[in-house]
T-cell receptor, first 110, second 114 residues
Framework: ELKVEQNPLFLSMQEGKNYTIYCNYS?????LYWYRQDPGKSLESLFV?????AVKQEGRLMASLDTKARLSTLHITAAVHDLSATYFC??????????FGTGTRLQVFP | DVKVTQSSRYLVKRTGEKVFLECVQD?????MFWYRQDPGLGLRLIYF???????EKGDIPEGYSVSREKKERFSLILESASTNQTSMYLC?????????????FGPGTRLTVL
């Protein structure tokens, strides 16, 4: 069974701190996407990772992909309140479908 | 800019009613998807479509049907709504791009079945 597991599922962190969200998947893929979802809203595309070793950065967020380990990470640097949201990874399995992780709910407090 | 729209943001229906959720994309995409999202369960694929009049079941198609008569419009139909279909429904569509399949989502429809 194809599985995409994120951890942690919930993350409460103080402003200014660093942390990493992990996305492990159980099938071969070198295409992975990260999305952000604000409460009550839809999913917004954050990063597209298309090869082993791919790294993308936007502001305080940096995503990377290790296809050999079947692992993607989303690193948060010096968190701010505006980053509070739920983050999803999604693995592309080459059938036009995506397999989504369960999401990581991030809460940043002062 | 890719634009995916959904007909309603919020919808309240009664048990047994027939419910139509509409999704429209304006970029001539071939593929369109319907998901539902529930707390603790993530996104689950209900149905998807590769082209006009073509449809494929996703992981949880029971209780739902779909219609795609025109390329830009993909409708999700609840034949007889039940309370366990109360959920957030998300439509998504990926642009035609070589080598990857990033999906863009509509704003979502929060459906409550009483």
């Amino acid at each position: 069974e194809l599985k995409v597991e994120q951890n942690p599922l919930f993350l409460s962190m103080q402003e200014g701190k660093n942390y990493t969200i992990y996305c492990n998947y159980s099938t071969t893929s070198d295409r992975l996407y990260w999305y952000r979802q604000d409460p009550g809203k839809s999913l917004e595309s954050l990063f597209v990772l298309l090869s082993n070793g791919a790294v993308k950065q936007e502001g305080r967020l940096m995503a990377s992909l290790d296809t050999k380990a079947r692992l993607s990470t989303l690193h948060i640097t010096a968190a701010v309140h505006d980053l509070s949201a739920t983050y999803f990874c999604a693995v592309d399995i080459y059938t036009d479908k995506l397999i989504f992780g369960t999401g990581t709910r991030l809460q940043v407090f002062p | 800019d890719v634009k995916v729209t959904q007909s309603s943001r919020y919808l309240v229906k009664r048990t047994g009613e027939k419910v139509f959720l509409e999704c429209v994309q304006d970029m001539d995409h071939e593929n369109m998807f319907w998901y539902r999202q529930d707390p603790g369960l993530g996104l689950r694929l209900i149905y998807f479509s590769y082209d006009v009049k073509m449809k494929e079941k996703g992981d949880i198609p029971e209780g739902y049907s779909v219609s795609r008569e025109k390329k830009e419009r993909f409708s999700l139909i609840l034949e007889s709504a039940s309370t366990n279909q109360t959920s957030m429904y998300l439509c998504a569509s990926p642009p035609r791009r070589e080598g990857y399949n990033e999906q863009f989502f509509g704003p979502g429809t929060r459906l409550t079945v009483l």
